[in-house]
């Protein structure tokens, strides 16, 4: 759901609910400039002791970036059920919860592989709101924001599908998404009009820079008289682009698109520039090998995506990129940037990354999901063999 205008809701029998889906329905209004209302209807009869320390957490917590809290919460009132326990993890008490739990990091960091932060939303801010999902216009009636993107009554007269079909556009989490839904347009309903495929490029735009945890675009004076397109990305570190770059043509970044780690997320020490469309030595990008091993270091990790996701959570309030001391965070820079046709410049850069991270992610869900029925078919034959065992003894005896 995500209708920018809405600025309540209204939840019947919330003492049903578990925290996470509070927080989530919670969080599909107020989306744009307006303040947002939640109002969360009990009945007094039926409500636990659980169901009120729920609902008291959800109505203190509700500042941006609140959603680690809320987790923490949810994990003191419900308890950690059975992750430490026998059926999930074994006898955890054999090894220490210390190294338990390290074990358990570098087991979820493995399997995450690309682990980019989740960016919900980009907050684009070019000229001419180019770029934004959400344009504001002025009316008698004062600003409102409207949704950018619309498909003409002209392409699709039936409002009931036209409304379903923007919304499964806003809502494809990749370009190979959206062409699919281009495509099954053009076979309904015939050639998409220009007007529209322009839009459609914003939607392909924010299709790459959640892939690529971009939460904030604009433009600065790079001091030389020229502009340069500054693309905020919190969660970037090198060891990303050191597993994203091989992917790419040639092994080469995109021509025109740097990416800056500022000296605190690299090994130097100092602030590191690699520069689009040029070799890049791999090693520069590389962690520390004693990261497998000392703790720390994953503490470390943790520490730098919860901080990210703070970043993240908070970037949509942001008016001006003056708002921000970009110098502190990675980001990826378009130098010499002319501010017109500012997409399309974009995703001629963007799009090659962002369909390699793409690629690189399904793989590693695929070999997950084959991992997981080996060792389904594994434990299967395991039970097997007890089994026939067990029968072969008694038959013994």
């Known amino acids: 759901v995500d209708i920018p205008r809405v600025n309540t809701i209204i939840i019947q029998e919330s003492q049903i609910f578990g925290m996470s889906t509070l927080y989530q329905l919670r969080g599909r209004v107020g989306r744009s400039d307006l303040q947002g209302y939640a109002y969360l209807l009990h009945r007094e009869e039926s409500i636990t002791e659980q169901a009120v320390m729920r609902l008291q957490a959800i109505g203190e917590l509700h500042e941006l970036g609140s959603g680690f809290d809320i987790a923490n919460r949810d994990l003191e009132i419900r308890g950690a059920g059975s992750l430490l326990g026998t059926e999930q993890s074994g006898i955890a008490a054999r090894v220490g919860f210390d190294l338990y739990m390290r074990m358990l990091k570098k087991a979820i960091r493995q399997l995450r592989g690309l682990d980019l932060p989740l960016v919900p939303r980009t907050n684009v801010i070019l000229p001419k709101q180019e770029g934004s999902l959400e344009i504001k216009k002025k009316t008698k009636d004062g600003i409102v924001t409207l949704n950018a993107i619309k498909i003409p009554e002209t392409y699709i007269p039936d409002e009931h599908e036209r409304n379903l079909q923007e919304t499964a556009a806003r809502l494809a989490d990749s370009t190979t998404r959206l062409v699919e839904l281009t495509n099954s347009w053009k076979d309904k309903y015939g050639p998409v009009p220009a007007l529209l495929q322009n839009k459609l490029k914003t939607l392909h735009l924010h299709a790459c820079t959640r892939k690529l945890g971009i939460d904030l675009i604009g433009l600065i004076d790079n ?29 080469i970044p995109p021509k025109g698109l740097d990416v800056v780690f500022p000296a605190r997320f690299t090994l130097s020490g100092e602030e590191q520039e690699i520069v689009g469309g040029k070799k890049v030595d791999l090693k520069e990008l590389l962690e520390d090998p004693s ?10 990790l943790d520490q730098e995506e919860l901080e990210a996701l703070k970043e993240i959570s908070s970037a949509y309030t942001v008016k001006s990129l003056a708002e921000v001391d970009i110098e502190m965070y990675p ?5 010499n940037f002319a501010p017109t046709k500012c997409v399309d410049q974009l995703l001629q850069v963007l799009l090659p990354v962002a369909k ?23 434990e299967l034959l395991q039970q097997r063999q007890k089994l026939n065992d067990s029968k072969e003894r008694f038959l013994i005896e």
């Open 291 to 300: 990261l497998d091993d000392d703790a720390d270091n994953w503490d470390t």
């Open 356 to 378: 390699a991270v793409s690629e690189k992610q399904e793989a590693e869900k695929d070999a997950a999901k084959v991992a997981t029925q080996l060792r389904e078919k594994r």
């Open 223 to 251: 001091g030389e008289g020229r502009i340069d397109c500054i693309l905020r990305s919190p969660g970037l570190r090198p060891r990303h682009w050191g597993i994203i770059v091989p992917m790419l043509n040639k092994g």
């Open 331 to 335: 980001r990826f820079v378009c130098k």
